[in-house]
């Protein structure tokens, strides 16, 4: 084999890839803490974690198990990339002559920095101060995140469960107002109720939370700041923080009082206005600071095509809009409200018209691929004709040329009538 061809050596545990896992509870490796992109809670993506390495290689020549250590302990113990995101990151390295080898012992490489490595650094300065700010706000709140959990019986400090208590009572008083409004037949107004989730709820949402350790965590509709106590703890014992969003002013500036008085402040970021702008603002935030990086546009892009889909989806399937002609075509002019048990014509031509005209109407609307899928109801009677599944049992031959023949006239008549 050409040599040209082969992949540089490397330590056996890069072979591994993301199964390098360590103990004590700690996030290495493949999990939610992992190397890589900053999908599923990864404190750095792939841009981020480059810089990183690049800024350890500029204080001393390092290998890959000696930059692992050095993120490592940036982050108190609480992150360690696995080798299958540390050596891709040295092979890039090297590649873009941002690094070089330094030495060789064995199978392992030891990589230090160039002058292209400096200037591509200086240029992303700020990426960079950013990206270890996170690493020592991990460091942090893994370390308060341990103190949290021996704190309190549901692992909560004083401050946090003083502002809850405060909550709970008005959760009790309100429940006490709403009852006494049913009996006496009074109005109840919901505008300035707490109406929260509830003890048991927020517990929930707190525990789910720490268990995904996402960066950020997004909450629609601050009211008056409950649910986002339990929230704000959760991204403070994680290393996170959370943006919870309310058109309210008033609701919002109550909200953010109770934060503060449970010590939560520094970990939550009130924003008041429409949801879908703040939204857009935090997006196009994040782009600017990723110019290269378009994973999230093509994402928004997914989602808003799919909002479309299911937006335009009613109009479509309702077949009720197309003039008598059409209808007439597709064998649907003449619909039946009840059918026998055995299989019969008029219902086929209706169950099978039905879809073709769907399609067309699909079709018609810009969707690119359409499958006619006539039988997938498997159940009795059995329609699967189409799968080629005992034919003479369920349809027999007259009848399926019948409705063949009756769509396929209907057609060609109506593409006589255009050009008449």
């Known amino acids: 084999m050409d040599r040209r061809h082969q992949r540089p050596e490397r330590d056996d545990a890069e072979d591994r890839g993301h199964r390098h896992h360590r103990g004590g509870g700690k996030h290495h490796g493949k999990g939610p803490r992992g190397g890589g992109h900053r999908s599923g809670g990864r404190p750095l993506d792939h841009g981020e974690l480059r810089l990183i390495v690049l800024s350890l290689l500029s204080e001393d020549p390092r290998h890959g ?25 040295l092979y890039w390295s090297e590649n873009t002559g941002y690094a ?31 990206a270890v700010e996170r690493l020592g706000s991990l460091r942090e709140h893994s370390q308060a995140r341990d103190r949290h959990r021996q704190a309190g019986e549901d692992g909560l400090d004083r401050n946090i469960l003083e502002v809850l208590a405060v909550y709970h009572e008005r959760i009790e008083r309100e429940q006490e107002e709403r009852k006494a409004a049913r009996e006496t037949g009074k109005e109840f107004s919901r505008d300035n109720r707490l109406l929260a989730v509830g003890p048991k709820t927020g517990r929930f949402i707190n525990i789910l939370a720490r268990s995904l350790e996402s960066p950020t965590i997004l909450e629609l509709g601050t009211s008056f700041g409950y649910s986002a106590i339990w929230l704000g703890e959760a991204a403070r014992a994680t290393g996170g923080r959370l943006i919870t ?26 924003r008041v206005g429409d949801a879908i702008e703040l939204i857009n603002r935090i997006n196009a935030d994040y782009s600017s600071r990723r110019e290269h990086d378009g994973r999230l546009d093509a994402r928004i892009r997914t989602y808003e095509l799919a909002a479309r889909l299911q937006l335009s989806a009613t109009e479509a399937l ?22 026998p ?80």
């Open 245 to 270: 969003m309310e058109l309210s002013p008033e609701k919002s500036e109550q909200a953010r009082q109770m934060s503060e008085k449970a010590g939560l402040a520094e970990h939550v970021d009130f």
């Open 100 to 130: 070089e080898v330094a030495a060789t012992e064995g199978s392992k490489k030891s990589y230090r920095l160039t002058e292209a490595g400096q200037s591509f650094l200086s240029a992303n300065e700020g990426a960079l101060k950013e």
């Open 318 to 339: 309702d077949v009720s809009r197309e003039p008598e002609h059409v209808l007439r075509m597709y064998g649907l002019d003449r619909i039946q409200k009840n059918h």
């Open 341 to 420: 048990k055995e299989i019969n014509v008029p219902e086929e031509t209706e169950y099978f018209g039905r879809k073709c005209l769907i399609a067309r109407r699909l079709i018609e609307r810009g969707v690119r691929f359409v499958q006619i899928w006539s039988g997938n109801d498997n159940s009795f009677p059995r329609r699967n004709w189409d799968s080629h599944e005992k034919i003479e049992d369920v349809m027999d031959l007259e009848s399926f040329v019948h409705l063949r023949t009756h769509i396929w006239r209907s057609l060609r008549e109506e593409k006589a009538a255009q050009h008449a």
């Open 65 to 89: 198990y000696e930059l692992m250590r050095g993120i490592e302990s940036l982050s108190g113990g609480a992150y360690s990339p696995s080798p299958g995101a540390i050596y891709p990151t």
